[in-house]
């Protein structure tokens, strides 16, 4: 099997970032940690839900106004047993990235929105590399407390 590059390029609309952000969470087995702004995409949310099924220990944070979006997961999420907490301690939770099993980070523009998707010209990446993954993850940490 030819092994993944470390940084992996994707572009909205063009591309289906979200059936890429979808595929990498389902691929994750042990962990997944969240922060992004606004998540409102079915596609992505089925993913999530199928993750928390299959025992992935998940943590989503969220903007906190943009949560209050009538599209928007979080209700769904919380109500499947996802745990979940909403950026109160800053203007914008604005972040939009995704670490999946301390391994790889996805980061870039992309809003995990329909939007996002099929309209805007959007952009992330996969990063593919431990110390760039763990830096993350020390800032996923770190916004999470701050929001308990």
């Known amino acids: ?12 609309p063009r591309k289906g970032a979200a059936e890429q952000v979808a595929g990498f969470i389902d691929h994750c087995t042990k962990s997944i940690d969240i922060a992004v702004y606004s998540l409102t995409h079915p596609d992505i949310e089925a993913a999530l839900l199928r993750a928390h099924a299959r025992g992935v ?12 979006s009538k599209w928007s997961a979080d209700e769904r999420l919380e109500a499947a047993g996802v745990p979940l907490r909403r950026d109160t301690q800053s203007g914008s939770m604005h972040h939009k990235f995704c670490i999946g099993d301390r391994k790889a980070v996805i980061t870039g523009s992309f809003n995990w929105t329909k939007n996002a998707d099929r309209k805007n010209a959007e952009n992330f990446v996969i990063v593919r590399l431990r110390k760039t993954t763990a ?12 929001n308990a």
Not at 57 to 68: G, I, N
């Open 1 to 12: 099997m030819p092994r993944k590059p470390y940084v992996s390029t994707y572009f909205s």
């Open 57 to 68: 220990k998940l943590r989503v944070l969220t903007d906190d106004l943009q949560s209050r």
């Open 135 to 146: 830096t993350f993850k020390g800032e996923f940490d770190r916004i999470w407390e701050l």
